[in-house]
């Protein structure tokens, strides 16, 4: 990416390694979303997170830490500018997430309902179907970490109890997923892109981000490769 991050970029970022639990530093954000590094504190501030560092900073520097909701984080759902992150490892079962709308931009987690855990037959029908989708189309497997196939399983038990998802509903928004070739997403020759894992696909359908797969005509090109669930 030729510019700096967008502020809707840097908060998908931002949410991909809350949820993975990914090392992260303020230098690495700067470099990363093209921005100062006073800017990326102000965003971590009016996102209410921190990172967490395992020594103190002021003793060891180089440090890599981990992002954590600010203490107050909770007791400030009346601002106006306030963005929840959604830890996605800690939502069970069929999770029905309802969002409304608070200041100009800003969407807030207004409801978690958890209801009793789900089959996981369609789980792993899901992602054996979303991996040999992946594979056709990039032509490269996708690479899943041997510690890392519980934490898919989460996110894909979130995935398919979107409200207003069905499974064919979520095939489809997959394959435009997997057709999106943003820089954000596929990177460049000196940048890594967000990529095309379960992980950004559970924030671009929670982020209700894609709309061609709801089209006929798009769903018509492509009803081949859905499965039933």
């Given at each position: ?5 967008s502020?809707?970029?840097?908060l ?15 230098e ?6 093209g ?9 971590l501030?009016?996102m209410?997170?921190?990172i ?6 002021r ?12 203490k ?39 409801n ?7 089959s996981?037959k ?69 940048r ?10 559970l ?27």
């Open positions: 990416m030729n510019r700096a991050y502020k809707a970029e840097a998908i970022s931002l949410q991909l390694d809350y949820s993975e639990g990914n090392e992260v530093t303020v690495g954000y700067a470099s990363l979303w921005w100062h590094r006073r800017t990326v504190d102000r965003f501030n009016n209410e997170v921190k967490k560092y395992p020594e103190d900073t003793k060891t520097k180089k440090q890599r830490g981990h992002l954590e909701p600010l107050s984080a909770h007791k400030s759902v009346h601002k106006k500018a306030h963005i929840t992150l959604i830890d996605f490892n800690e939502l069970q079962g069929d999770v029905r997430i309802k969002k409304r709308i608070k200041g100009p931009t800003t969407k807030i987690i207004d978690i309902d958890q209801r009793s855990m789900q996981k369609p789980v792993m029908i899901f992602k054996n179907w979303y991996c040999e989708r992946y594979q056709n189309h990039f032509g490269y497997p996708l690479v899943i970490p041997k510690n890392g196939h519980g934490k898919i399983g989460k996110q894909i038990k979130n995935l398919l109890s979107l409200e207003g998802l069905s499974f064919e509903d979520t095939q489809y928004l997959a394959l435009e997923f997997m057709l999106d070739d943003s820089e954000f997403l596929t990177g460049t020759d000196s890594p892109g967000a990529g095309h894992g379960f992980g950004m696909l924030h671009a359908a929670t982020a209700n981000k894609y709309h061609r797969c709801r089209d006929l005509s798009f769903r018509d090109q492509h009803k081949e490769y859905i499965v039933n669930g």
